[in-house]
Every structure is written in structure tokens, then in C-alpha cells.
């Protein structure tokens, strides 16, 4: 996470988590997106839900993020790229008539059992909460 630690999802057994996959940080449909997570945190929180944020930028990276937008929820740092790949996130992508590899911003509802129950990859950056808790 942005602080050094790792994070593993069977330490969240029990609790349900929402996370997410964004491209960068800083940018405005990341922020925008993290953002309406941070404004509705309260109404995840009580649906029970941990809000987990994934992006291939480094934990100083995050830290600055979290501390301009004031968000409440970790942000896992995947330099490596394993944990985007693994997600099946990392891939080419087209911006402008440019190909390039990246992250295809992806949220996944995860249950109490650590299932999958809902893939949203169709994000509404400014209403994704409400993409969540449908």
C-alpha cells in the first residue's frame, strides 16, 4: 500500500470489498473517479464494504494523492504489474491513435467469501459509487 505495507484480499475475509483499478494518479478521470469514492466512503462503509484502490504508480506517489484529495481508503502501489495482470487489467490500449499498455479502469465487487460477485468495467467515474451499491 502507499505506506510500504502489503496487503493481502484473505485479510479481508469476512468483509466485503469494492476494488478498484485506475490508469494514474493525479489525473482528472482518476480523481474524479476516487473522489466520488471518497464523497460516498460513509454509504460503502455501512453497506460493509473496504474500498481498495490499485494503480501501477509508486507508494510516494500515492501518499501524494491520498494527502491532496484527502482520501480515506489505501491504495496498493503495483509497480511489478502482477497484481493488474493477474486481474486481467493490464493491456494495450488507444489513446489519440496511439497504442500503448496500461490499465483499463475496472472495479471488482468482492463478497464476504472473496468471490467476484459484480465486475463493473464500464465506470461512470462520477457516479461509481452508485455503480457499486445498484
Avoid at 476494488?19 to 494514474?24: E, Q, R
Avoid at 460513509?42 to 491520498?66: M, T
Avoid at 472495479?107 to 465506470?123: A, M
Amino acid at each position: 500500500d502507499q505506506n510500504g505495507g502489503k496487503i493481502a484480499l484473505a485479510e479481508f475475509e469476512g468483509k466485503k470489498v469494492v476494488l478498484y483499478f485506475y490508469p494514474k494518479d493525479m489525473t482528472p478521470g482518476c480523481t474524479v473517479q476516487s473522489c466520488n469514492l471518497r464523497d460516498n466512503y460513509q454509504a460503502l462503509l455501512d453497506k460493509g464494504y473496504v474500498v481498495l484502490g490499485c494503480s501501477v504508480d509508486s507508494p510516494a506517489r500515492h501518499v501524494k494523492f491520498i494527502e491532496k484529495y484527502d482520501l480515506p481508503f489505501s491504495l496498493i502501489s503495483d509497480e511489478n504489474k502482477k497484481v493488474v495482470e493477474d486481474y486481467g487489467v493490464w493491456g494495450l490500449k488507444k489513446f489519440m491513435g496511439k497504442e500503448y499498455m496500461g490499465i483499463s479502469r475496472t472495479t471488482f465487487v468482492i463478497d464476504e467469501k472473496g468471490v467476484i460477485e459484480d465486475v463493473i468495467t464500464k465506470v461512470d467515474t462520477k457516479q461509481h459509487t452508485n455503480q457499486i451499491l445498484k
